[in-house]
């Protein structure tokens, strides 16, 4: 199987810039909560590196698109990496879809009970406050400057072992202008971490359901469940 946190690849300080005034970790998670309240779907540009704790490495690292889309109680979620080798990740309908075309393989991974494994990409996207901290320790770490976006960082230390099997910690840094995050660090129980980023984020695009199809030639490989 290919290792769940490679299938989603998924800091700063301040510079002088004029901060606004500081607000409560309270505060921060209502104003995602309200956020997430009117966000339907999205559409960003999308890198990350993974850093190999044994190696004291990162990888070379990919970039692409990234689209989401809510419908009522589903969520849809489609990540393409053109370079530097072209790979399709599709999380619908209670499934996992993996195509590399290079090789002509597509991996197929029924979620069943475990849905929320594939939806770590979007956590912070219109994530319910209440259900953030029914599953994490959240903490308030620091303001800071990313990319020259003024941003909080936050601190999730998940509360089950059913989450922390997957991740030991989480940290989103959120825009202070849209209320979600422009980059997120995936923390392994190994040390190994998935770091992430966002731009040209387009909040309520339009991103229609066929988005989330997936066209594949006849001669290509289909494995797992």
Do not use: C
């Not at 419908?71 to 999380?91: A, F, H, S």
């Not at 997120?184 to 129980?189: A, G, I, M, N, T």
């Not at 339009?206 to 066209?215: I, Q, T, W």
């Amino acid at each position: 199987l290919v290792h769940f946190a490679l299938l989603l690849g998924m800091v700063g300080s301040p510079t002088g810039m004029a901060w606004r005034q500081s607000l409560t970790l309270d505060q921060i998670l209502n104003r995602m909560d309200q956020r997430g309240a009117t966000l339907k779907s999205m559409s960003s540009s999308i890198s990350q590196r993974r850093w190999t704790d044994i190696l004291e490495e990162f990888d070379e690292g990919e970039s692409g698109y990234l689209h989401f889309l809510k419908e009522k109680d589903k969520v849809y979620l489609r990540k393409d990496i053109p370079q530097p080798q072209r790979n399709t990740l599709i999380v619908r309908d209670g499934e996992v879809l993996y195509y590399q075309p290079k090789i002509k393989q597509l991996q197929k991974y029924n979620l069943g009970k475990n849905k929320d494994r594939a939806e770590f990409l979007l956590l912070g996207f219109g994530s319910d406050k209440q259900v953030l901290q029914n599953t994490y320790d959240i903490r308030l770490i620091a303001k800071e400057e990313i990319h020259r976006v003024e941003t909080y960082q936050l601190e999730l230390t998940p509360i089950s072992d059913q989450v922390s099997a997957f991740f030991s910690k989480i940290n989103l840094w959120i825009d202070t202008t849209l209320w979600v995050p422009i980059q997120q660090k995936l923390v392994e129980p190994t040390g190994d971490y998935l770091l992430i980023n966002f731009s040209d984020i387009e909040l309520n695009a339009e991103v229609p359901r066929s988005k989330f199809d997936l066209k594949i030639s006849e001669d290509v490989r289909i494995v797992g469940q």
